[in-house]
């Protein structure tokens, strides 16, 4: 005959399954939360080691993750502890051996849920002898609320580890930095190059073909500067191939046609009637100065005077005297108008007028090019140098394993210290003596020795003739104070402009050596 399990009144149980496993999660907190923030923690300690053997992280950064890695630890210990599903058979079968309860608990949660079968008598007493031993047992006591003291010195054993290895100087860290300056140099270098394209698409006097071409090789450079995260390397080649193809489009006589522009300006600026055409030549506006130049050409005639007409043929000569040697084509031109002007051929003089004037746009185009030319270079020059000193590379945009820019001739580095003539020291004003290899014999210009010794003051003697000592000049200007104008000036001179590739230290060397 089959047994039927009695239906048992298991709430005030239940009750003390809650009550106790509400207690129980606040005591595992206390354990897995430390334990959690341990391994954190740990974690932490093995991301600052791997920071000390490779460049990843500065220490600031350690610290963060590290401290955020023990509280996502102690988060998951935590969320371990209260999460984590416990039915009442479960809890019974914990608390009866935690509490020394005998069994009691499980046995009692198994006959209520029918997993047991007892007879209603065995049943209700085993249930009240249950109850009974659970309102004698203190559970605070048993189930104590205090801190795995394991997990606690593993806390503090790792937290003294990461902060000695935080403490300590890491070389990694100017790696990083260096990293960060080369990032930093690289994106405002290619903010630099994007203006001056934007200069270079807007700029006139450019031909397409050499428009394009600088183009081109702008867009190549910022390509190969935000390809990825750009080595100093790369961005030093990557800067020199540009600045080598551009250097391809400079007008090695352009210079010298400037400064031809500028003269004939000079000579200009006195007369009323060439003063507009010098001041745009001034400013450097070779259209508005040709311009000015065809106004004299336009028209069946003019209405200067003689005596006015006789002063422009004399500044239009002047000024092809000027341009004699920069650009004979155009000093030709202006010789012609001249000569037109004061034999009193009125049309031949505005034709002559109007090709000098058609020749002087072509000067100014020519001049705007290489000025555009040597921006672009100047800028690539400048972000070259500015990259490879924040990197601690060569200047001279070698691919890497292909060495630096070379010095100059002769293995002779400028600014060594080392005289590249001899008796240059105290000349330069540095105050040193001559050095060794000074030699007072020297040869004039028909092969006779002469003495060029310093001692005395009775001068010295060339064959019969004697050459008085020097007298003592005017000058008055301490050097220290004419250095310090002229530095400023040449330090501008040498930011400014473009000098060949690798050459520019070699030039700042050169001034650092004059310093007194």
Do not use: C
């Amino acid at each position: 005959m089959k047994t039927e399990t009695p239906i048992l009144k298991l709430s005030p149980l239940y009750a003390y399954l809650r009550r106790w496993g509400l207690r129980l999660r606040l005591v595992e907190s206390l354990s897995w939360g430390p334990w959690g923030g341990a391994v954190g923690l740990g974690l932490g300690l093995l991301l600052a080691l791997a920071a000390r053997l490779w460049p990843l992280l500065m220490s600031r950064q350690v610290l963060d993750l590290a401290g955020l890695s023990m509280l996502v630890g102690m988060a998951v210990g935590l969320a371990i502890a209260w999460l984590r599903p416990r039915g009442p058979l479960r809890l019974a079968r914990t608390f009866d051996r935690r509490l020394g309860l005998a069994e009691r608990l499980a046995t009692a949660v198994e006959i209520g849920a029918g997993r047991l079968r007892a007879g209603p008598v065995m049943a209700r007493a085993q249930l009240a002898d249950t109850l009974d031993a659970a309102r004698r047992t203190d559970h605070r006591a048993l189930l104590p609320l205090r801190v795995s003291r394991p997990a606690l010195i593993a806390l503090l054993t790792l937290t003294a580890g990461l902060a000695a290895l935080l403490w300590l100087p890491n070389p990694q860290e100017d790696v990083l930095l260096q990293q960060a300056a080369v990032q930093a140099a690289i994106e405002e270098q290619i903010e630099d190059l994007e203006a001056v394209k934007e200069e270079v698409a807007q700029a006139e006097g450019l031909t397409e073909e050499e428009r394009e071409a600088l183009l081109a090789a702008l867009e190549e450079a910022i390509a190969g500067l935000e390809e990825g995260e750009a080595t100093p390397e790369e961005a030093v080649a990557a800067l020199s191939e540009a600045e080598q193809a551009l250097a391809e489009l400079q007008d090695p006589g352009a210079a010298k046609v400037q400064a031809g522009l500028e003269r004939a300006a000079e000579g200009m600026e006195d007369s009323a009637l060439t003063e507009e055409i010098a001041e745009a030549l001034a400013r450097g506006d070779y259209q508005a100065a040709a311009e000015a130049l065809a106004e004299y050409g336009a028209g069946e005639g003019w209405d200067l005077t003689e005596e006015e007409a006789l002063e422009l043929a004399r500044e239009l000569a002047e000024a092809a005297e000027a341009l004699a040697e920069a650009d004979p084509e155009l000093a030709e031109k202006l010789a012609e108008a001249a000569e037109a002007i004061e034999s009193g051929d009125i049309s031949e003089a505005q034709e002559a007028i109007r090709a000098a004037a058609a020749q002087m746009g072509e000067a100014g185009e020519r001049v705007e090019r290489q000025e555009a030319v040597e921006r672009a270079l100047a800028e690539l020059q400048e972000g070259r140098e500015e990259i490879a000193g924040v990197g601690g590379q060569p200047a001279g945009g070698s691919r890497p394993g292909q060495g630096g820019a070379q010095g100059p001739p002769g293995g002779q580095q400028a600014g060594s210290g080392q005289q590249t003539q001899p008796g240059h020291s105290e000349d330069a004003g540095s105050g040193a003596p001559y050095d060794e290899g000074y030699d007072p014999d020297r040869i004039d210009d028909e092969g006779v020795g002469v003495d060029v010794g310093r001692e005395g003051g009775e001068g010295v003697s060339t064959g019969s003739v004697s050459v008085p000592a020097p007298e003592g000049g005017s000058a008055s200007v301490p050097y220290r104070e004419v250095y310090a104008d002229y530095s400023e000036q040449a330090g501008a001179a040498l930011e400014s402009s473009y000098i060949p590739l690798g050459m520019k230290q070699y030039v700042r060397d050169y001034f650092s050596s004059l310093e007194p």
